[in-house]
């Protein structure tokens, strides 16, 4: 049964670091693309960083580029959000997504929350 749980999130200073979990079971991360993406209150779902299975294939949204860099921990299979000069607009929560045979799944989401 494909899981996903993120944890890492709280609250953090305008200009400080996080690091976002996301622990995956049930299937093997190192096969499928999988995605960050966040939800602030208010407004929709918006991807973040994705990370498809080639080494050089990373994307991230403009928002994020140059603050945001995602990873990967294949023998923990747990994928990771490190986000440096959070701002207040970051504030949302967080969740992880995967494909799997056509199907998506989405963890529980943890909530960062950036003070001004």
């Known amino acids: 049964q494909v899981q996903l749980v993120e944890s890492g999130g709280g609250l953090v200073q305008s200009g400080g670091s996080l690091r976002l979990s996301c622990a995956a079971s049930g299937f093997t991360l190192s096969s499928y693309p999988m995605t960050w993406y966040r939800q602030a209150p208010g407004k929709e779902r918006e991807w973040v960083a994705r990370?498809?299975?080639?080494?050089?294939?990373?994307n991230y949204a403009d928002s994020v580029k140059g603050r945001f860099t995602i990873s990967r921990d294949y023998a923990k299979n747990t994928m990771y959000l490190q986000m440096n000069s959070l701002t207040a607009e970051d504030t949302a929560v967080y969740y992880c997504n995967v494909r799997v045979s056509g199907r998506d799944y989405w963890g529980q989401g943890t909530q960062v929350t950036v003070s001004s």
């Open positions: 990370k498809s299975l080639t080494v050089s294939n990373t």
